[in-house]
T-cell receptor, first 114, second 111 residues
Framework: ETGVTQSPTHLIKTRGQQVTLRCSSQ?????VSWYQQALGQGPQFIFQ???????GRGNFPPRFSGLQFPNYSSELNVNALELDDSALYLC?????????????FGSGTRLTVV | KQEVTQIPAALSVPEGENLVLNCSFT??????LQWFRQDPGKGLTSLLL?????REQTSGRLNASLDKSSGRSTLYIAASQPGDSATYLC??????????FGTGTRLTVIP
């Protein structure tokens, strides 16, 4: 059973640029969620994808968008990067149909916007 | 909206001591509560998952309790070791199908 993998592990972008982060879900999971964790804070929910559709969204602007693919992997895209977007981005997979099961998280992508 | 609070924000203990981390949440309509460990700059490692119908879960030196009616959970760590030094996060899974996190407790175990 493979876990959740994220790529890249680190990247540096310039304000105004666009970035794409990638996530492969754990085998057997059909739902992917993305979280943003600023330094010293708990993770904040960005959005969730199920069956290739957005299935819930937190308080993030539309320049944060995502995709889910038929193999349940996912991308997070952020346009027009701002300095405050610097954070650890975490991907988590789960089974939407089984809310009593837990979430499995990846190791995260550290994004620095300069 | 679900709000999760963790107390204390930071804790420093000598090696071998038993300790308790606290988590409280405002909405008792949860599916489960999950405790995670996070090392600096790293992802989240799941420690314990406790269902809303359960009172406690144990894994090795870790024991998590849940009192859903009062909106509280505790994580008990027995015989702490320097390797336990990390940030511990609790998260509740509510009906909105996402996790609500606390801000964590940063634990330092002094050799």
């Amino acid at each position: 059973e493979t876990g959740v993998t994220q790529s890249p592990t680190h990247l540096i972008k310039t304000r105004g640029q666009q970035v794409t982060l990638r996530c492969s879900s754990q085998s057997g999971h059909n739902t992917v969620s993305w979280y943003q964790q600023a330094l010293g804070q708990g993770p904040q929910f960005i959005f969730q994808y199920y069956r290739e559709e957005e299935n819930g969204r937190g308080n993030f602007p539309p320049r944060f968008s995502g995709l889910q693919f038929p193999n349940y992997s996912s991308e997070l895209n952020v346009n027009a990067l701002e300095l405050d977007d610097s954070a650890l981005y975490l991907c988590a997979s789960s089974l939407l149909d089984s809310p009593f099961l837990g979430y499995t998280f990846g190791s995260g992508t550290r994004l620095t916007v300069v | 909206k679900q709000e999760v609070t963790q107390i204390p924000a930071a804790l420093s203990v000598p090696e071998g001591e038993n300790l308790v981390l606290n988590c409280s949440f405002t909405d008792s309509a949860i599916y489960n509560l999950q405790w995670f460990r996070q090392d600096p700059g790293k992802g989240l490692t799941s420690l314990l998952l406790i269902q809303s119908s359960q009172r406690e879960q144990t894994s090795g030196r870790l024991n998590a309790s849940l009192d859903k009616s009062s909106g509280r959970s505790t994580l008990y760590i027995a015989a702490s070791q320097p390797g336990d030094s990390a940030t511990y996060l609790c998260a509740v899974r509510s009906g909105a199908n996402n996790l609500f996190f606390g801000t964590g407790t940063r634990l330092t175990v002094i050799p």
